[in-house]
Structure formats: C-alpha cells, structure tokens
C-alpha cells in the first residue's frame, strides 16, 4: 500500500539555524512526492513538489531531493525564519491513482 | 486567480445534529476532493469528485456523512447526525484534471476549512 512516514514534532529552532525534517514513504509504482504547508488558522499550501527521482523541489528556500533508493523526501532550509513558523506535511500521490496520501504532520516553531 | 473557497469556516454543534459545509473550487478544476484533518494527523480523503460524479468514497462514512457536487462546480458535505468523533477541520481541494492528467496537473490547492466542533 502507499504511505508515507513523517518525523515526529515539535520542532523548535532558533532565527538562522538550519532545518531538516525527515520524510520516508511507500508506495506502489512510481510516485511524485510533496511538501505542504499550514499556517495557523489556513489551509494547506503547496510548498514543493517533485515527480521522478532525483529530482529537487525547491521554493521560498526550501529543498528536498526525491531519493529512490532510501525512498526518501527530506525537507531542508539552510536558515530558518520567524514566518516558517507552522505546520509541515509530507504526501505522496501514486502514479495509478489521485488519492494522495498525507503524514501526520511536523510542527515547527522558529524562535527569535 | 482566486483560491478555493469554503464556508463557514467555524461551527458547534451538539451531537446528533446535522451540519452542512459549503465548497467552491478553483475556475476551471475538474477535481475536487473532501479531506477529514482530525487534530494531530494529517488529512485523510473521505471524497472525490471528478465534475459531478464520484471518484472514490471508500472512505466516507455513508451511514453519516453525504456529499453531492451536482452541477459539477461547487459541493456540499453534509453530516446527519453528528457525533462526538466529527469534531475536525472539513477541508476542500480541487486539482485541474481528472485520473491520469499527469503530476502537475494532478497538484490539489486546498481551500482555508472549517472547524467543526461537535459537542
């Protein structure tokens, strides 16, 4: 079946420090891989994206690099900000199907 | 462009009644899907509408909780009756395509929820 395992929160760093959050998955065939995003109080956002392996997602600073091999979709940023405050989730959609699939879900909170 | 819209964005209710959440997706989208995001975890799929019929529903609790998208545009999930366990945010998203339209398009926006507290 497809899933996808994300590291448990919360996270909390300081203003610059550099961030990983760990995103491991399974699934069948070959899947693209996604970071979303939820501000307190909004919806989710499309953070980023990739669709084959090796490929990297970047966007507002943030990275992650689909690795086939480890079945991984880690999320980086180099230096962290106050406003990256909130709610990252990691998903994955199967290339026979439309359902995605979410992990549970990593808060972060970026302090000053 | 604007975004997903749903409405209300907050209810209470007391258990056994029935509520109804409103949905209108992004111009233009074939796809529009109703997640459960119970506090802590991330949304699970209870729906999914491909214009105006049913993609999948294998996860909605048909004794419960219905929806309908008849005009192929904006959609409606309704709970009858409600219970304690409900409480959560009821969110909205709608994609371009229809199953097979490939990764970019298959890209779900998701609109703000609403929170639902059953009491």
């Known amino acids: 079946g497809n899933s996808v395992t994300q590291m448990e929160g919360p996270v909390t760093l300081s203003e610059e420090a550099f961030l990983t959050i760990n995103c491991t998955y399974t699934?069948?065939?070959?899947?693209?891989l996604f970071w979303y995003v939820q501000y307190p109080g909004e919806g989710l956002q499309l953070l980023l994206k990739?669709?084959?392996?090796?490929d990297k997602g970047s966007n507002k600073g943030f990275e992650a690099t689909y690795r086939k091999e480890t079945t991984s979709f880690h999320l980086e940023k180099g230096s962290v900000q106050v406003s990256d405050s909130a709610v990252y989730f990691c998903?994955?959609?199967?290339?026979?199907?439309?359902?995605?699939?979410f992990g549970t879900g990593t808060s972060l909170t970026v302090i000053p | 462009e604007a975004g997903v819209a749903q409405s209300p964005r907050y209810k209470i209710i007391e258990k056994r009644q029935s509520v109804a959440f409103w949905c209108n997706p992004i111009?233009?989208?074939?796809?529009l899907y109703w997640y459960q995001q119970i506090l802590g975890q991330g949304p699970k799929l209870l729906i999914q509408f491909q214009n105006n019929g049913v993609v999948d529903d294998s996860q909605l609790p048909k004794d419960r909780f219905s929806a309908e998208r008849l005009k192929g545009v904006d959609s409606t999930l309704k709970i009858q009756p409600a219970k304690l366990e409900d409480s959560a945010v009821y969110l909205c998203a709608s994609s371009l395509s229809p199953r097979g339209g490939g990764p970019l398009q298959e890209t779900q926006y998701f609109g703000p929820g609403t929170r639902l507290l059953v009491l």
């Open positions: 699934a069948t065939g070959y899947p693209s």
């Open positions: 998903a994955l959609i199967s290339n026979t199907g439309n359902q995605f699939y």
């Open positions: 990739a669709t084959k392996a090796d």
């Open positions: 111009s233009g989208h074939a796809t």
